[in-house]
């Protein structure tokens, strides 16, 4: 089952969509409810801003359109200097479920940016600071519409995909017959909640918010030496990759959680080209090769 979906996600076998929705049965078999949450918003969209990830706050224009005499129209880009109220101008905030993003992009073939355009109340407000302007050019507000790039729309698919890849991989390096011989003790329910923890929620989970908790990484001297990474090129990895990896060890020892993100990065490449070669049992020993870099 876990196998089967690393696979069809690393080889666009299936939408994220696909790939989200048979990702919750194994949050059930695994009775994890952060998993769960996590996907059932990715799939039905984010209720409210709490827990949207930075990555759907995309970079935007606002725009107020002008309805002048005799059918005219006149478009404004707008912003505002005050640091409180600029990300609402600066920012689209995507809530949308990941079916709605993936069928977004596949209508819009040619365009390099989206447009959306915002509901009337919403309108009015963001266009209520700037009535003089709309006054002075004789006309009525029609409405507010806020510009992005297309690619930063598909940036939160890869993103999200990412998520969901390395989560899955971590699990099947944990539990490589998941589907017939996960036991829910405390110690698997535990290591199941800090995968999840770690590549979905960080110190963004709704169950460390709810009690108080709060995860620090702290910085770390990562102990592998440099001939420790033969055992990678054993397992089919590049040799260029590898210098990759040495390079990214080198410049991010000081910082737990970049080195982290950095090396989870380039492990997901590494183990889909891997895997594309066939050497399916080697992706396990990769990623736990990958993981000892950052304990």
């Given at each position: 089952?876990?196998?089967q979906?690393?696979?069809d996600?690393?080889f666009?076998?299936i939408t994220l969509?696909?790939?989200l929705?048979r990702?919750?049965l194994i949050?059930s ?8 949450e996590w ?6 969209g ?9 990555y759907?706050?995309l ?15 006149d ?7 005050d ?15 990941i079916t ?18 915002l509901?009337?109340?919403l309108?009015r ?13 004789g006309?009525?507000l029609?409405g ?14 890869e993103l999200?995909?990412?998520?969901l ?6 699990l ?8 017939n ?6 110690e698997?329910?535990n290591?199941?909640?800090n995968?999840v923890?770690?590549?979905?929620w ?8 709810a009690?108080?908790q709060?995860v ?11 001939s ?18 040495k ?7 000081g910082?737990?959680s970049v080195l ?7 492990v997901?490449p ?19 090769f ?6």
């Amino acid at each position: 089952m876990i196998k089967q979906l690393i696979e069809d996600l690393a080889f666009d076998r299936i939408t994220l969509g696909q790939g989200l929705t048979r990702a919750k049965l194994i949050a059930s078999k695994t009775q994890n409810s952060s998993l769960r949450e996590w996907v059932n918003q990715e799939l039905q969209g984010y209720p409210n801003d709490d827990q949207l990830p930075d990555y759907r706050a995309l970079p935007c224009q606002t725009e107020i359109i002008i309805g002048l005499p005799f059918g005219g129209q006149d478009i404004i880009p707008v912003g505002v200097a005050d640091p409180t109220l600029r990300r609402y101008y600066d920012e689209y905030r995507v809530t949308d479920g990941i079916t709605h993003i993936e069928s977004t992009l596949k209508d819009l073939t040619d365009e390099i940016n989206i447009v959306v355009q915002l509901s009337t109340h919403l309108a009015r407000t963001l266009a209520n600071r700037f009535q003089s302007n709309i006054t002075a050019r004789g006309g009525g507000l029609q409405g507010v519409r806020k510009q992005f790039r297309k690619a930063s729309y598909q940036e939160i698919i890869e993103l999200t995909k990412q998520k969901l890849l390395d989560t899955l991989l971590d699990l099947y390096e944990q539990f490589p017959n998941l589907e017939n011989e996960f036991m829910a003790t405390k110690e698997n329910l535990n290591k199941v909640e800090n995968i999840v923890n770690n590549h979905i929620w960080g110190n963004n989970n709704p169950v460390n918010v709810a009690t108080g908790q709060n995860v620090v990484q702290k910085d770390i001297t990562n102990n592998i030496g440099f001939s420790d990474y033969s055992k990678l090129e054993s397992l089919g990895v590049q040799k260029e990759e590898i210098d990759d990896l040495k390079e990214i060890v080198k410049d991010n020892q000081g910082d737990k959680s970049v080195l982290k993100e950095k090396v989870m990065k380039w492990v997901i490449p590494v183990v889909t080209g891997v895997t594309s070669r066939g050497l399916y049992d080697y992706a396990p020993q990769i990623m736990e090769f990958a993981k000892k870099l950052v304990e």
